[in-house]
Nanobody, 111 residues
Framework: QVQLVESGGGLVQPGGSLNLSCAASANIFSIAAMGWYRQAPGKERELVAS???????SYADSVKGRFTIARDNAKKTMYLQMNSLKAEETGVYYCKVSLYWGQGTQVTVSS
């Protein structure tokens, strides 16, 4: 059984940065695709960034150049570094590894 736990969310001013972490209970990072999703209040959950089994990365157009997805297989942890945050990027951020979802971490971008 795989469990995922997100952390690192919080309140940040527009233009600020946060680094989200997703820790897994098993080392599945070397073989699994994974990604970060965001769900804003009243909106559909959407993919923000992903990385494939082969290590390639992909980003939503709105976050390119500002967000970076990374993984550390030894630590069984995935990260999302978010820079120059915008108010519209407020929401609950979820990690997904293979078929498993974390519980989400709240990110609020507000002045």
């Amino acid at each position: 059984q795989v469990q995922l736990v997100e952390s690192g969310g919080g309140l940040v001013q527009p233009g600020g940065s946060l680094n989200l972490s997703c820790a897994a209970s098993a080392n599945i990072f070397s073989i699994a695709a994974m990604g970060w999703y965001r769900q804003a209040p009243g909106k559909e959950r959407e993919l923000v960034a992903s990385t494939t089994r082969g290590g390639s990365t992909s980003y939503a157009d709105s976050v390119k150049g500002r967000f970076t997805i990374a993984r550390d297989n030894a630590k069984k942890t995935m990260y999302l570094q978010m820079n120059s945050l915008k108010a519209e990027e407020t929401g609950v951020y979820y990690c997904k590894v293979s078929l498993y979802w974390g519980q989400g971490t709240q990110v609020t971008v507000s002045s």
